[in-house]
């Protein structure tokens, strides 16, 4: 089992910066999968980057140029540094692993104001 914790959400003003870090509770090196999804009121979940276990990132379409994944193995924590933030990515982001299983944090709030 991997229980996933996430901090560093919080308020902003559009055109401002935030770093989300996910702290695992076991080593990352072998999870295949990590990454960020988030939720904005009354609209689906939807992945916003995702990161292997080699290190290959992908992105949203809506995120890339903006935003950056990466991962810490020495300190099982995941990273999302989100530069140029918008309204639009104000939402509830979520930490996720796939090790077998779907592994999700319980949310950090991320809201920009415009």
């Known amino acids: 089992q991997v229980r996933l914790v996430e901090s560093g959400g919080g308020a902003v003003q559009a055109g401002g910066s935030l770093r989300l870090s996910c702290a695992a509770s076991?080593?990352?090196?072998?999870?295949?999968?990590m990454g960020w999804y988030r939720q904005a009121p009354g609209k689906a979940r939807e992945l916003v980057a995702r990161?292997?276990?080699?290190?290959?990132?992908s992105y949203a379409d809506s995120v890339k140029d903006r935003f950056t994944i990466s991962r810490d193995n020495a300190k099982n924590t995941v990273y999302l540094l989100m530069n140029s933030l918008k309204p639009e990515d104000t939402a509830v982001y979520y930490c996720?692993?796939?090790?077998?299983?779907?592994?999700w944090g319980q949310g950090t709030q991320v809201t920009v104001s415009s």
């Open positions: 996720h692993a796939f090790w077998g299983y779907d592994y």
């Open positions: 990161i292997t276990s080699s290190g290959s990132a």
């Open positions: 076991r080593s990352i090196f072998s999870i295949n999968f």
